[in-house]
């Protein structure tokens, strides 16, 4: 199960885990959240001012942004970013789960 978490007071997006769908590299759930993953640290480093600090392993990625500095692109990413992961946690609730926790 890949666990989408968005941390509301520490300012963090943490994916972690395999769908486990299907075998690596034929797995439809794993590519999708990562592709969404991807593009919002791409495009908010190409499509916006602000900073963000990424770190990564297997099966593993955390994003943390700085709110006070969160100016309205970033907001419409991390928004477009959720409304994503959440389409491919419908299709695939055994597989993928989203959640915002406070912290």
Do not use: W
């Amino acid at each position: 199960m890949i666990e989408i978490t968005h941390h509301l007071n520490s300012n963090a997006i943490e994916v972690s885990g395999h769908a486990g769908y299907d075998v690596p590299g034929k797995d439809i759930v794993c590519a999708a959240v990562s592709v969404l993953t991807e593009t919002l640290i791409a495009s908010v480093l190409t499509l916006s001012d602000n900073e963000i600090q990424v770190q990564k392993d297997e099966g593993y990625t955390k994003i943390i942004y700085d709110p006070l500095a969160a100016d309205f692109s970033l907001q419409v990413l991390l928004r477009a970013f959720f409304i994503g992961v959440s389409g491919v946690a419908e299709a695939y609730p055994d597989h993928a789960n989203v959640q915002a926790v406070e912290d």
